[in-house]
């Protein structure tokens, strides 16, 4: 895309943040992202939560408040009866209800393949946007959901998995980044949180190269910290991985410095895409325990540090 010069676009696509900033006032933004894909489960039911939660997770990563949601629908209708369409788009109504936002409509197409999501439409105050380019050396790192749900996916496409595991995986997906967000903001009120972003299809290390490179730092992560969902180790073990694993390391090369012992399973996730992930949240040092503890207070259980942030060095990622 051309460059966008506009005094009222306070983030635009340069930084590939999450989502973009529209100034319409001096107290007031708007926020804007839209995402959808194929399904990533059977049930359409939880297959429309776990779109919605993830087209929400944009704005929350922004600090921002979600006000409407437009869905957007790819569906095959002379080859699937329009019941499953039916509840994928109470499925997602529900989860878009659940973050107290409001479908005002949408628009639907025939395709060969099923795709669903929502463009998402929310405000923030324009002096508390949580950037991707604000992380500043010092910073420490903290995740909100486990890693792994890529290798947990495939897992259940092979049939290597049990329901209930898998309705766990799901369940992870399907929770929105609502409270987490809250927390992010309650402290960046005073100028805590420096930087923020989902964990979506680029993977940890994708993303948060993307906080790296528009705030001029290297980030640090402890590979014994990192969170992984129940199972996933195995599975990626067994080299279940996405088709963003291999183009993810392709995107990155060069940018990562990594331990030699690194275990192949954790090398998996880490680069491997996420569906509807946690935040990544970078925190001024003196306050990361009080948004830990308040996380924690908010239900986010298992939210975790798993590193910081340095002066840019030789790369924009390091795993120690």
Known sequence: MPPITDERLLVGHATFDDAGIFRLSPDLALVQTI?????????????????????LSDVY????????????????????????????????????AEA????????????????????????????????????KAGDRLFL?????????????????????????????MATLNRA???????????????????????????????????????????????????????????KLSTGAYRANQDLLEGEVALPAALPEALHRIIYDSETSGGLLISVAPEQGDALLADLRARGVKEAVEIGHVEARGAHLLKVV
Do not use: W
């Not at 894909?37 to 087209?55: E, K, M, R, S, T």
């Not at 996916?153 to 992870?172: D, N």
């Open 35 to 55: 995402d959808f894909f194929p399904p990533v489960v059977d049930d359409p039911y939880l297959y429309g939560q776990i779109v919605a939660a993830n087209a």
């Open 180 to 238: 987490a967000a809250q927390s992010m903001v309650a402290l960046g009120i005073n100028g805590a949180v420096h930087a923020a972003t989902d964990i979506t299809g680029f993977g940890l290390l994708g993303h948060a190269r993307n906080i790296a490179a528009a705030s001029g730092v290297t980030l640090v992560f402890k590979a014994g910290a990192i969170p992984i969902f129940d199972g996933a180790l195995d599975f990626a073990a067994q």
């Open 144 to 172: 909100t959901k486990p890693l792994g749900i890529g290798p947990v996916t495939m897992a259940y496409r092979k049939r290597l998995i049990s329901e209930e595991h898998m309705r766990r995986a799901c369940l992870q």
């Open 100 to 135: 107290k936002c409001v479908v005002v409509g949408g628009h639907s197409f025939k395709d060969k393949e099923i795709k669903f999501g929502f463009a998402v439409t929310g405000t923030v105050h324009p002096d508390r946007v949580t950037a991707n380019d604000r992380a």
């Open 61 to 96: 990563a922004m600090g921002g408040e979600p006000l409407t949601a437009l869905s957007l629908v790819g569906f095959p209708n002379n080859e699937l009866d329009l019941s499953i369409l039916g509840e994928i788009l109470r499925g997602g109504g529900e989860k878009v």
